[in-house]
């Protein structure tokens, strides 16, 4: 119940086309859902985040479609860049206790040019 | 504003040697987590920390891993003994304790156990 499940594993897409990249999960104790963004080399970074009383979060050319009742959210990465070339990850956490993410198994993303 | 603080970033050890982790979160954070990252299992949360005390250790793998936070700007990962398994990037992270704030995560310590 604690899983959260990223798909697909790894992504081609074409400058200026769009990236989605899916999670699911069990818990429906979850209510903060972030995504990280991770290059090589790096640590994890957050990247846009949202919580269960909004249905679309937006941020530039990126954008959070949740879908409470499916417990589904996913990313959108409009007009993709190679820059946007990394892994991506999706993550959740409830609001009770003490703040514990669990991570999605990541999407590696490849923006061709 | 300095970022999570991990050294070393890179470490190569012989099996069975002692490997010493270190963190330094970001000031004014009270929670401190460490992952580890691997190509076979993601992200896994090894244990965390809120206020220097470890709340969730279940992460650890076994007893060869210890962690310890003396401080509120200082905690170790120590490996003892360690083994090939052991290969993998350690994450250091860090937030202010409450459920939506930001983890931020250091640039990880490689380790490689030959």
Redesign the interface.
């Known amino acids: 119940q604690q899983q959260v499940k990223q798909s697909p594993q790894s992504l081609i897409v074409q400058k200026g086309g769009i990236s989605i990249i899916n999670c699911a999960y069990e818990n429906t104790a979850f ?2 859902f ?1 995504w990280y963004q991770q290059f090589p ?6 990247l846009i ?1 949202i ?1 269960p009383d909004v249905s679309e979060k937006k941020e530039g050319r990126f954008t959070i479609s949740f879908n409470k009742s499916a417990k589904q959210f996913s990313l959108h990465i409009m007009d993709s860049q190679p820059g946007d070339s990394a892994t991506y ?1 999706c993550a959740a ?4 206790g ?4 669990v ?4 999407t590696r993303l490849l923006v061709s040019p | 504003d300095a970022g ?1 603080i991990q050294s070393p970033r890179h470490e190569v050890t012989e099996m069975g040697q002692e490997v010493t982790l270190r963190c330094k979160p970001i000031s004014g954070h009270n ?1 401190l987590f460490w992952y580890r990252q691997t190509m076979m299992r ?2 896994e ?1 090894l244990i ?1 920390f ?1 206020n220097n005390v470890p ?2 250790d279940s992460g650890m793998p076994e007893d060869r891993f210890s962690a310890k936070m003396p401080n509120a700007s200082f905690s170790t990962l120590k490996i003892q003994p360690s083994e090939p398994r052991d290969s993998a990037v350690y ?1 250091c ?1 860090s ?1 202010r ?12 310590s490689w380790l490689t156990v030959v």
């Open positions: 209510d903060y972030p080399g790096k640590g994890p970074a957050l985040a919580r990850f956490c409830g609001s009770t003490f703040q514990k993410l991570f999605g198994t990541g | 999570v929670s993601g992200l949360l965390y809120n709340i969730d994450f992270a937030s304790h409450n459920s939506g704030n930001t983890i931020y995560f250091g640039e990880g």
